[in-house]
């Protein structure tokens, strides 16, 4: 009965390990789009794609915890639990965009919209930022869970998404670097979004490699914690 657990759990966890890879990539596409044609249409992909990458992400990390036995579990749990912390408040902050600021059903005044726009230095910024804090705490906990030496480079990546929690605590509070004169997020911190892309897809799919080897027939689903 564990071992069908396992292997279901290994069969969820490769389904969106592998979802969250092509969102993200979609998520890059979208950085890529508004940086070439100034619309909202990117932004708005952006902020729709978004919302389902963090339950995806919250999905495969629960996975993960499901396949993870022994005294690594705990560690499986924290990974859980912040991944779970993360997905609340990004996907609130980007609901609240397409929602509210970007329809403005009850037609509010520019100003009072400026105070939920998603910008650097904004109530949402900040939140956003604290979201994905927990989003690489979850990464680094789940380094200590990747024993397994085939994992070696996704437990890297992990580490190095993971020591990401430090700037990215910090950037409300340099949000000034990511403003234009007018007032309006620079490009800057997209190509600091895609450069994000380029580092978590990998991480995405080498998860996913994780779960079709802890979900092969005669390997040990608990091999990948050792």
């Not at 005294?71 to 902050?93: K, Q």
């Not at 892309?197 to 092969?216: D, E, M, N, S, V």
């Amino acid at each position: 009965m564990q071992e069908q657990g396992s292997l279901l759990s290994a069969s969820i966890g490769r389904v969106f390990a592998i979802l969250v890879a092509v969102e993200t990539v979609v998520f890059g596409l979208s950085l890529i789009l508004g940086l070439v044609v100034r619309s909202t249409l990117g932004p708005m992909i952006g902020y729709g794609v978004c919302i389902l990458l963090a339950a995806s992400i919250v999905a495969m990390v629960a996975a993960l915890h499901a396949g993870t036995h022994g005294e690594r579990r705990v560690l499986s749990l924290l990974a859980l639990a912040a991944a779970i912390v993360y997905a609340p408040f990004c996907m609130g902050n980007y609901f609240v965009q397409l929602a509210v600021v970007a329809t403005n059903p009850l037609s509010h005044p520019p100003d009072v919209l400026k105070l939920i726009a998603f910008v650097p230095g904004s109530l949402t910024f900040a939140l956003d930022m604290l979201g994905y804090t927990f989003l690489c705490l979850s990464t680094l906990a789940a380094a200590f869970v990747l024993t397994d030496p085939r994992d070696r480079v996704l437990r890297i990546l992990c580490l190095i998404h993971g020591a990401i929690a430090v700037p990215t605590v910090a950037a409300p509070i340099v949000s000034g670097l990511f403003r234009s004169t007018g007032s309006q997020a620079n490009d800057i911190g997209s190509w600091i979004l895609l450069i994000w892309c380029a580092l978590f897809t990998p991480i995405a799919l080498l998860f996913a490699r994780h779960f079709r080897t802890a979900g092969t027939p005669g390997i040990p689903a608990e091999m990948s914690s050792r």
